[in-house]
């Protein structure tokens, strides 16, 4: 892998080190009604990454299956599904403005468990970087280099709010400014880890290509159902998360068409 190659997949990780650097600059804490619209800002461009960027493709892949073309998505979307079930009942972890962690018991800091449910949100964003540029790089799938960008393009884009959520609360609960950045930009690094596992996997089995990508999605929409859409809805403003969920989603529809 060249460096350019490498820069796309670290694109991802760069906007949660930007947004985690909004500790340095916003004095005080988030409020409730645009941590909302982060969240569901969030949300949209996940869920149109999930649809544009890795089922649709599958489904291409899987044409010459004829009418069983769908078992690949089909299967691959449950697997992802599952896979980030598991991490949740494994991986001790604790949402924003929530008091009760989940997973197994832990003496963790509150802190370590905060970061540790931003882990779990970047990880399938990892794995959908790495599957995709997989895809690319096998010259038959479709896939274009363009459309590499702008899905590392709309997870970087995502991924800004995403580090402002997790820094912006540390330092509210007493984690000095640097430490509250360097534990937000962190919770970012599993993404790049994450592509760089997905594509040496996905390079060894290219038939099974559109499970990867499948699994990516499911992963992806499992966070946005179960952690996103919650935070997005909660509280009197609720419809403010909506509006920004179809931000998110028609930017990042437009991303992959203009760019794809």
Same mark, same amino acid.
């Given at each position: ?8 997949? %670290? +694109?991802?990780? %760069? ?12 004095? !005080? ?30 489904? /291409?892949?899987? /044409? !010459? ?15 992802? +599904?599952?896979?980030? %079930? %598991? ?20 003496? *963790? ?5 905060? $970061? ?14 790495? $599957? ?6 096998? #010259? ?7 459309? $590499? ?23 509210? /609960?007493? &984690? ?13 690094? $599993?993404?790049?880890? #994450?592509? *760089? ?13 559109? @499970? ?9 929409? @499992?966070?946005?159902? /179960?952690? *996103? ?9 609720? !419809? ?6 179809? &931000? #998110? ?12």
């Amino acid at each position: 892998m060249d460096i350019k190659s490498f820069c796309i997949l %670290l +694109i991802p990780f %760069l906007g949660t080190v930007l947004g985690s650097a909004c500790v340095f600059f916003m004095k !005080n804490g988030m409020s409730d009604r645009l941590q909302r619209s982060l969240s569901g800002f969030a949300a949209g461009v996940m869920t149109a990454a999930s649809v544009w960027s890795l089922l649709i493709p599958a489904l /291409e892949q899987a /044409e !010459n299956m004829g009418k069983w073309s769908f078992v690949p998505a089909a299967v691959g979307f449950w697997a992802g +599904i599952l896979f980030l %079930l %598991l991490l949740d009942r494994i991986i001790p972890h604790l949402h924003i403005n929530e008091d009760k962690a989940e997973g197994p018991k832990s003496k *963790l800091q509150k802190t370590t468990m905060l $970061v540790l449910a931003v882990t779990l949100h970047n990880i399938p964003e990892g794995m959908a970087v790495g $599957v995709v540029f997989a895809g690319f790089l096998s #010259g038959n799938s479709g896939i274009t280099a363009a459309g $590499v960008l702008a899905l590392s393009l709309g997870i970087a884009i995502q991924n800004f709010p995403e580090g402002a959520i997790i820094s912006m609360p540390l330092k509210a /609960e007493g &984690v000095s400014r640097s430490g509250a950045f360097l534990r937000g930009a962190l919770s970012g690094i $599993v993404e790049p880890i #994450g592509a *760089l596992i997905t594509l040496a996997a996905a390079k060894l089995v290219l038939p099974a290509l559109p @499970y990867f990508l499948s699994f990516a999605a499911g992963a992806m929409l @499992y966070v946005v159902v /179960e952690e *996103l859409i919650p935070e997005m809805s909660a509280g009197e403003h609720s !419809n403010i998360g909506t509006v920004f969920f179809a &931000v #998110g989603f028609c930017l990042m529809m437009i991303l992959d068409v203009a760019l794809g």
